[in-house]
């Protein structure tokens, strides 16, 4: 079976997408098993201070640093539970040693897969503003919406300064509520939790739309992967 490497960035979005891999492992391969998992990441800070000096090819380079350090270990495949600095994927990838999923991706295919149309677009300033999501969801024919600056700025302060933290007031789940709300005015008939924090204080239960919650949608198409792998070599 198909030994799965994590490219973590932030903590509480990794720990949620490596805690799924291992706990859903067992509805596909039996009681208590789950895919060889390794993880590695650098010092959010190191992000951070990348991103917010528009310095994308420094977040593909310490991608590219944990992904070496995880083909070392035996990984087969890569994924990052971290939706912002997928923005470096395109530089990432021609230099990758493994080859990897993209959240987005697995995402805009699922939202094909349950029918939804027009999907609102949530997660930190950087990703909403970002073609990471654009381009995938145009390419299966859907449309989007995207927070207006007033809400992207709101947001990102609460990802940045509490959630990543794990940190989780109702403000800042009423404000994620007004948004989505919002959104839902404009005719979207889905969320996409676009932020792999989201999915651990906002869900179907008090989301206004239902929710793409695109951590748990990456761990589970690992697992997939890592499954059919294992078939494969029998």
């Keep these: 079976m198909s030994h799965i490497g994590i490219v973590a960035c932030s903590a509480e979005g990794a720990a949620l ?20 998992v390794s993880m590695h990441t650098h010092s959010l800070a190191d992000y951070v201070g990348c991103i ?39 530089y990432v990838e021609p230099r ?21 149309h027009c999907l609102g677009l949530t997660g930190t300033r950087w990703l909403v503003e970002s073609e990471v999501y654009p381009e995938q969801l145009m390419a299966r024919g859907l449309q989007y919406v995207r927070p207006n600056p007033a809400e992207r700025e709101e947001i990102n302060r609460i990802i940045m300064e509490e959630w990543v933290y794990g940190v989780f007031r ?46 748990r949608l990456l761990a589970r198409a690992a697992l997939r992967r890592a499954a059919a792998s294992g078939h494969g070599r029998r």
Aim: aromatic share 4%; charged share 20%.
């Design 170 to 215: 109702p403000e800042g789940v009423a404000c994620f509520q007004r948004v989505v709300a919002r959104m839902k005015d404009e005719g979207c008939d889905a969320v996409v939790l676009g932020c792999t924090e989201i999915p651990l204080i906002m869900n179907d239960s008090n989301s206004p739309l239902p929710t793409l919650d695109s951590t």
């Design 17 to 36: 997408c490596y805690r799924t891999i291992c706990v859903e492992g067992a509805q596909l391969l039996g009681p208590h098993a789950h895919p060889e």
């Design 52 to 90: 917010e000096r528009g310095d994308w090819q420094g977040v593909g380079e310490l991608m590219l640093s944990s992904a070496d350090k995880l083909a070392r270990t035996g990984a087969d495949f890569l994924i990052c539970p971290d939706n912002t600095i997928h923005q470096a994927l395109a």
């Design 96 to 116: 990758s040693p493994l080859p990897w999923l993209h959240i987005a991706e697995v995402v805009a295919a699922h939202a094909v897969e349950r029918g939804f």
